[in-house]
C-alpha cells in the first residue's frame, strides 16, 4: 500500500526566506506526482504536477523535483511572502488516476 | 468559471438522516472523486469513477453509495448518516494522463 509522508509538519519562516518542502513515498512505480495548496476552510488548489518521466517543474517562485528512485519530491519556495501561508499537500498518482495524499505542511510566512 | 461544483456547501444532519452530495464539472473530464478529508488522516479516497458508467470503490467507501449520473455529473449518497461522517467531503475531475486533478470547494457535513 503506498504511503505518502510530509515533513515536517508545521514550519514557520520570516517573511523573505527560501524554503523547502519535504515528501516520500513509499512505492516507487507512481505515475504523476502533485502538488497542492490549501487555504484554511478552503479547497484544493493544484501548484504544480510532476509526471513520471520529469525531475522537476517550475511555476513563478516555485519549484518542484521528483526523484522516482529514492521515493522523493521536494516544493521549494523563493523568496516566501505572508501570502504563502497556507497548508501544502503531496499527493502521487497511484495508477493512472487515484491519488494518495500526504498530510500536508502547514506553513506560516511571518512578517 | 470553469472548474468542479459541489453543492452543498455545508449541512448538518441527525444520525439516521439520508443525503445526497451532488458534484459537476464542466471541463468535460472523464474521472470523477469523491475524498474526504479529516484531521489527522489526510484526504482519503471514497469513490471514483473512471468513466461515464462505472465506478469503484476507494479506501473508505462503507456507508457510501455514488451514481455517475453522466459525464458532467457524480453524486455521493449516505443512506442512513453517523457522526463518524462528519468530515469535509471533496469531489474532483480529472482527465487521464498528464492534466492532474482539479478540486471542487468542499461540503462540510456535520453529523449530530
Known amino acids: 500500500k503506498q504511503e505518502v509522508t510530509q515533513i515536517p509538519a508545521a514550519l514557520s519562516v520570516p517573511e523573505g526566506e527560501n524554503l523547502v518542502l519535504n515528501c516520500s513515498f513509499t512505492?516507487?512505480?507512481?505515475?504523476?506526482l502533485q502538488w497542492f495548496r490549501q487555504d484554511p476552510g478552503k479547497g484544493l488548489t493544484s501548484l504544480l504536477l510532476?509526471?513520471?518521466?520529469?525531475r522537476e517543474q517550475t511555476s513563478g517562485r516555485l519549484n518542484a523535483s521528483l526523484d522516482k528512485s529514492s521515493g522523493r519530491s521536494t516544493l521549494y519556495i523563493a523568496a516566501s511572502q505572508p501570502g504563502d501561508s497556507a497548508t501544502y499537500l503531496c499527493?502521487?498518482?497511484?495508477?493512472?488516476?487515484?491519488?494518495?495524499f500526504g498530510q500536508g505542511t502547514r506553513l506560516t510566512i511571518n512578517p | 468559471n470553469a472548474g468542479v461544483t459541489q453543492t452543498p456547501k455545508f449541512q448538518v444532519l441527525k444520525t439516521g438522516q439520508s443525503m445526497t452530495l451532488q458534484c459537476a464539472q464542466d471541463?468535460?473530464?472523464?474521472?470523477m472523486y469523491w475524498y474526504r478529508q479529516d484531521p489527522g488522516m489526510g484526504l482519503r479516497l471514497i469513490y471514483y469513477?473512471?468513466?461515464?458508467?462505472?465506478?469503484d470503490k476507494g479506501e473508505v467507501p462503507n456507508g457510501y453509495n455514488v451514481s455517475r449520473l453522466n459525464k458532467r455529473e457524480f453524486s455521493l449518497r449516505l443512506e442512513s448518516a453517523a457522526p463518524s461522517q462528519t468530515s469535509v467531503y471533496f469531489c474532483?475531475?480529472?482527465?487521464?494522463?498528464?492534466?492532474?486533478?482539479?478540486f471542487g470547494s468542499g461540503t462540510r457535513l456535520t453529523v449530530v
Open positions: 510532476i509526471q513520471s518521466s520529469q
Open positions: 499527493a502521487v498518482f497511484q495508477g493512472a488516476q487515484k491519488l494518495v
Open positions: 471541463m468535460n473530464h472523464n474521472s
Open positions: 474532483a475531475s480529472s482527465e487521464t494522463g498528464s492534466i492532474g486533478y482539479t
Open positions: 469513477s473512471a468513466s461515464e458508467g462505472t465506478t
Open positions: 512505492d516507487s512505480a507512481i505515475y504523476n
